[in-house]
């Protein structure tokens, strides 16, 4: 059963402290990895893809990494507009455009 | 370039009731999948339409239904409603099926009482 986790479950940084997001899955082939912000009350808004081992991505002050069994969300110099919660998702190989199998996110508050 | 609406935002329902859920999907969008996200957790596959055939579902009963439209809107249907039914529904869309970034909507609070 394609499984994915994500840690810490919360997390509280100062403006301007860097930290790193963490999803670490089980799937059976992966076709893709994605993250998402979710606002509060809000549905969730795509931010990356990651399809293979060593790709990154990088967004504003995010940048996003995949291995074979995880991936982080660094997020450099964050400022409070950067509080939300980010899921992390994953679409296996034979499971063609069915469906992502999310994690139950991180809640990441940056208090200025 | 429209985004996926969802209606009705907020909804209250009683334990034993149906109801419908609708979602506009984004222009030129023809895959559209629902989601149910409890508080505090991440959103679960409900099933996905492409081209008004349902096209993979999740582990919900049937008593959660849907249907697609010719111009690619969509309704979810949950009969027989309970208590553990309460939780935000989201519909996302995409142009078409694969590992593409859906554009999800800001969904349905669906409390049942």
């Known amino acids: 059963e394609d499984q994915v986790t994500q840690s810490p479950e919360a997390l509280r940084l100062q403006e301007g402290e860097s930290s790193s997001l963490n999803c670490s899955y089980t799937?059976?082939?992966?076709?893709?990895l994605f993250w998402y912000r979710q606002d509060p009350g809000k549905g969730p808004e795509f931010l990356f893809t990651?399809?293979?081992a060593g790709e990154e991505k990088e967004k504003e002050r995010l940048k996003a990494t995949l291995t074979k069994k995880e991936s982080f969300l660094h997020i450099t110099a964050p400022k409070p507009e950067d509080s939300a919660t980010y899921l992390c998702?994953?679409?296996?190989?034979?499971?063609?455009?069915?469906?992502?199998?999310f994690g139950p996110g991180t809640r990441l508050s940056v208090l200025p | 370039e429209t985004g996926v609406t969802q209606s009705p935002t907020h909804l209250i329902k009683t334990r034993g009731q149906q109801v419908t859920l609708r979602c506009s999907s984004q222009?030129?969008?023809?895959?559209v999948s629902w989601y149910q996200q409890a508080l505090g957790q991440g959103p679960q596959f409900i099933f996905q339409?492409?081209?008004?055939?349902?096209?993979g579902r999740g582990n919900f009963p049937p008593r959660f239904s849907g249907l697609q439209f010719p111009n690619y809107s969509s309704e979810l249907n949950v009969n027989a409603l309970e208590l553990d039914d309460s939780a935000l529904y989201l519909c996302?869309?995409?142009?078409?099926?694969?590992?593409?970034?859906?554009?999800f909507g800001s969904g349905t609070r669906l409390t049942v009482v």
């Open positions: 990651l399809y293979s």
């Open positions: 339409y492409y081209r008004e055939e349902e096209n």
């Open positions: 222009s030129g969008h023809n895959t």
């Open positions: 998702a994953v679409q296996a190989a034979d499971n063609y455009g069915q469906n992502f199998v």
């Open positions: 799937v059976s082939g992966l076709r893709g």
């Open positions: 996302a869309s995409s142009p078409k099926t694969g590992n593409y970034g859906y554009t």
